[in-house]
């Protein structure tokens, strides 16, 4: 396969950025505590019946998502670098439940293990989480495949992807 | 959906000028030289971006025509729609929820959550 750490494949990065109306350190503590989390990491519906959380450099945020349709999903943070109350960078990977790391359940693809920092900006009492996403580790095919899921999600494509859009909305 | 098809289709769109033809195809069929036409890299390049496409199945090639028209296909497209929607709907859906649980917070400083009684403070 690929060689790791392929240089000449340059991995774009994904960018989601949020303003909450609240103070920096309740947002810190309800995205680092096990319980906090719990009421609120997922989409709409979901649950998180299983979570296991060591917060610490090196330690795990181990959960199991269960989604409306009653699907689980394993997933497994391994916490990197821990600035509270302004920085999380953290190693975001699918799992099963022994905590294994898995491939993605669509795509063979997908970068095995991806990068988050999350940062944690206050400003007037207002809080700002910005969160960048990027492939670690990944092999020339797994850059090129995050890259191109990517690509759908920025703006600059966004424009041709309405058009798509409304291409499919007649196909 | 099988994994293979999808890779094929992420690996198709990771590059500019492959989007860039499927921007002009999404206006409708034409032919490889008026797809080749907006580019300056050569008619076999162009070629070869069109074999890209057509294994991930993002277009086909009608034999009908001696010119043989490109036309965008709307299913693998849809996939990646889905696929990124995901993506986004996650992150989205869980910052509208990380929202209300913050107000709630807020709304009842002593966090007595359960007691609903106590949760008609002014504010």
Known sequence: MDAKNVSASTAHEFVISRTFNAPRKLVWKAWTDREELMKWFGPKGCTLPHAN??????????????????KEMWGKW???????????????????????ITRHPLSDSWPLETLSTTTFEERSGKTTITIHWSPLNASAQEISTFNGAHEGMQTGWSGTFEQLEAYLAQA | MSPDR???????????????????????????????APFSISPPAITKHLKVLEHAGLISRSR????????????????????VEHYRQFWEQ??????????????SPTLEMKDKKNGRKKR
């Not at chain 2, 869980?94 to 709304?107: E, I, K, P």
């Open chain 1, 53 to 70: 959380m060591d917060f610490r450099p090196g330690g795990i945020f181990h959960y199991m998502m269960l989604t409306p349709d009653g």
């Open chain 2, 94 to 107: 869980s910052f509208d929820r990380l929202d209300a649980y913050l107000q709630t917070l807020q709304a």
């Open chain 2, 6 to 36: 999808l890779d094929a289709t992420f690996s198709a769109l990771a590059d500019p000028t492959r989007r860039a033809i499927l921007a002009r195809l999404a206006l409708g069929e034409t032919s490889v030289a008026e797809l080749a």
């Open chain 2, 64 to 83: 009908h025509a001696q010119w043989r028209p490109c036309k965008l296909e709307a299913a693998p497209l849809r996939e990646v729609s889905d696929f």
């Open chain 1, 78 to 100: 391994t916490f990197r670098e821990i600035v509270a109350p302004e920085k999380l960078l953290l190693v975001n990977s699918f799992s099963d439940a022994q905590g294994g």
